[in-house]
């Protein structure tokens, strides 16, 4: 039985770095907004319901027609009900998709120790979904967040300005979570600090109540039948 651990914290933090540690350490790693953009790929429901709730002016010139993501950023980030709206059609189809991959994984896979899962999800405090999680992990770099952001390209500074608003503070992501790493140093130190962790879910997953969220908080949460 998969034992989850939540990978999140704000913007620009580095959480796909700490991600990708743990899966060359042996997690598998799910990612949330890649499984968001598949959702929204040209062609699928997923981008036909969003064209429906935002209009044509959110898709790009291209051929075929392509989800405009910083049009759509600028639309749902200046207005709380487009977002909730927007979540209301991506984020289902992301959980389920996750849990589509646990129980496969459960089913087919034989590692040669605990089977850990690694979910990389930034609003995971903030849609309540670290009830799905066994350990949630917060990816933290406190005053160096904004000299990150301000080399990110495709996002205009009152946009970052918004997705930061709709996520909790730095402050509280660390007091609601199980582990802290802190990645305000550079790659060394976030390694050394993923290995640590990975020391600690080995421990924690081989003991005999280990990973009790999947299934069963998937299923009362609704994210899996």
Not at 12 to 34: F, H, I, N, Y
Not at 178 to 200: F, K, M, S, T, Y
Request: include cysteine; charge should be neutral.
């Amino acid at each position: 039985m998969p034992f989850v651990l939540g990978i999140t914290g704000s913007i620009g933090c580095g959480k796909s770095t700490v991600t990708r540690l743990l899966g060359e350490l042996g997690a598998l790693t799910l990612d949330a907004d890649r499984l968001a953009r598949e959702i929204l790929a040209p062609g699928t429901p997923g981008l036909a319901a969003v064209v429906a709730r935002f209009g044509p002016e959110i898709l790009s010139a291209a051929t075929p027609a392509q989800l405009d993501r910083r049009a759509l950023a600028e639309r749902v980030f200046a207005d709380p009900a487009a977002r909730r709206d927007l979540e209301a059609i991506v984020h289902p189809g992301v959980y389920r998709a996750m849990a589509e991959a646990l129980d496969h994984w459960e089913r087919t896979s034989r590692p040669d120790g605990p089977c850990i899962a690694a979910l990389e999800i930034p609003l995971l405090m903030e849609t309540n979904a670290d009830a799905l999680c066994d350990l949630i992990v917060v990816v933290a770099c406190g005053d160096r967040q904004w000299e990150r952001l301000a080399n990110r390209a495709g996002m205009s500074g009152t946009s970052l300005r918004r997705v930061m608003e709709q996520q909790l503070p730095e402050a509280e992501k660390r007091l609601r979570a199980h582990w802290v790493i802190d990645n305000g140093g550079g790659p060394e130190a976030a390694g050394w600090q993923a290995r640590r962790l990975w020391d600690e879910v080995l421990r924690r997953a081989g003991a005999r109540d280990a990973g009790r969220a999947w299934p069963d908080r998937w299923r009362a949460w609704g994210a899996w039948p």
